[in-house]
């Protein structure tokens, strides 16, 4: 008899709890999708979607009413984490991967390669990122304006002084760590969440000059006609650019085709993500990597063993800077095109969503994540309108359900045995 | 030189008008920071989707619908309070609440992402393109213009914008003042813990003060779609960059601090925009952020933190 009471209670709590739910949902979705705002020349009218709200108030009604019943049944999600391999296995393994990377372009399609350039661009920028928020904790939301210096860097020195790609490319680097560095000295001792809302600021004001300095910089029109980069000084053109040069496809006899620049410019990406993850693997085992994660996980246990957090901050948010410099280069010479457009917040916003997703910290999750969030836009063209939608959701999602990542990072520790 | 002093009252009275529009926005900001130490990112979009509610009100109810102006726009005020008040009652239940106990970066970036969620949801439901609002309030005040002075311009919707924020700014100070509900969430932004071991509801003066936050910034966006007569669903993220810096020039956590902040900085802009150049008014506001988080991080009004092991 008792049992049947607390189920009787039960079921009504249930109920209660979801048509509670369904008002709430009711609400929400009546301003946003179910009066539907219509412009009748000068005035707006309103044309009502009742059915969408209807299936919206019903599939919340039903969800919330199954929750309780559903929420245990469901096996708890257990993601793979890193496998490991023996050292030996490893190399074999890592070699087989970036044999198949750097063979496969040559049977790939073009618009493929095109993606997987994308791709690379932002694997080079996450590892970036990674150093400044995974390895050391400091959330920067301005990273997108190292990147635009990067890019700017490289296209004003064409623009004003002819510079060549390959030229230009340790300056890019360089401009942008010294960016990092001016305007990391000062905000650095910030907490966390105030450092975060300065960067962005930067990042923004960044964005905003390029704007305005019409000048120097084109304005929101930005500067075209950035030369591609050459193959050891032979340019991958049709005719060569100066009289009596010779160009990459004349050199080495072939027959001119638009897929060699593809191509190149895909194994470019490739070398420049691989020298990232090279440099950042490299780093993160060296006194300062340690630091940087020190840092990370207490700053008063971090100076009160005398280190000093202002040079440890400072150090990983210039070379994080310098990344995106190289990123920012690659990405103008690239499309042969530089505007503020492609610079905004929302950019900053992915290269952070690819390292919270991957496993801050974790640099194949950074990976990973990058391929999944440049990849699966491109393959759901048709829902290119929900893109941004479903990104938003996504990053709610992962910190609500896995905070630590699709793949996150494994410390390195050994076991005493007893 | 003698158009100097009317066009600088001008310039005041503009920054007035937008400073108090920031003031509604910073006080939400300000509160939640207050209470659980996070900023929460979406706000700017709480105050956008109060701009929506007004217009789907608006139109709903008709321009030419019969009924007298000041009605329809305390309805439009009243049904956008209310539906944001549920739109951030559901945020901070979905995006923050399980969240409660971890990291600091945890909620910030779940915050972001619930920013990007809504703008496209808005966007997503009623078009990402500018809507036309119509002029409810139309006619101005002047003063001067004789002989080809500068004459001073005051719209009856801006006005209208100074006395409802004014208004509400005497009411939410009375209610934390005097309301349990303010007690609580006073000695909530004290101590939490404390709070909680003396019976106080934590969970509830939380969802209060997200709700709250909601409705103030709610109303901060039908005034200003009433001004401006103009919107779309990427109005929040600006608005709310600024709010922030508003809060944080004030001290954040400090509720007198938010309103003094906030006109400090739309005097600051507007007057950045008629004396330097109107393109560089962002840029002024953000370098103000930068400049106020280098040298007094704890803002105008606000108390020192100190961190303890």
Known sequence: MAHTTTSSTDIRGALRGAITATVLAAIVLLPSFTLHLERAGARTTIAPHWSTLAWGCLAVFVVQLLRPLLLPRFPTVKLPSLPCFEPGRHRALMLAVLVAAVVWPFFGGRNSIDIATLTLIYVMLGLGLNIVVGFAGLLDLGFVGFYATGAYTFALLYHWAGWSFWEALPFT????????????????????????????????IIRLLLVNLVGLTGGPDGIAGLPKPTVFGLPMTRNPAVEGGTTFHQFFGLEFNTIHVVIFLYLMALTLACITLYVSNRLIRMPIGRSWEALREDEIACRSLGLNPMKIKLSAFTLGAMFAGFGGAFFAARQGIVNPESFTFIESALILAIVVLGGMGSQLGVIVAAIVLTVLPELAREFSQYRMLIFGLVMIVMMVWRPQGLLPMKRHQVEVPR | MSNFLPELLQQLFNGLSLGAIYALIAIGYTMVYGIIGMINFAHGEIYMIGAYVGLVTLSAVGVQGGLPVWLVITLMILIAVLVTAVYGYAVEQLAYRPLRDSPRLVPLISAIGMSIFLQNWM?????????????????????GGEGGGFEIFIPYARVLVIAVTVVLMVLLTLYIRNSRMGRASRACSQDMHMANLLGIDTNRVISFTFVLGAMLAAV??????????????????????????????????????????????????????????????????????????????????????????
Request: no cysteine; hydrophobic share 55%.
């Open chain 1, 173 to 204: 680097g360089a401009m942008s760590a010294l960016f990092g560095f001016v305007l990391g000295f000062p905000v650095l001792r910030l907490r966390g969440d105030y450092l975060a809302i300065v960067t962005l600021g930067f990042g923004e």
């Open chain 2, 123 to 143: 966007a997503l439901g009623q078009g990402a393109r500018d809507m036309a609002v119509p002029a409810l309030i139309p006619g101005a005040m002047r003063f």
């Open chain 2, 220 to 309: 901060g966006g039908v005034l200003i779609a009433l001004a401006v007569g103009k919107l779309n669903p990427f109005i929040g993220f600006i608005a709310g960059i600024k709010a922030f810096t508003a809060a944080v020039l004030g001290g954040i956590g400090s509720i007198p601090g938010a309103m003094l902040g906030g006109v400090i900085l739309g005097i600051a802009e507007t007057l950045a925009a008629a004396y330097i150049s109107s393109e560089y008014k962002d840029i002024v506001a953000f370098l103000l952020l930068v400049l106020i988080l280098m040298f007094r991080p704890t803002g105008l009004l606000g108390k020192p933190e100190v961190e303890k092991v």
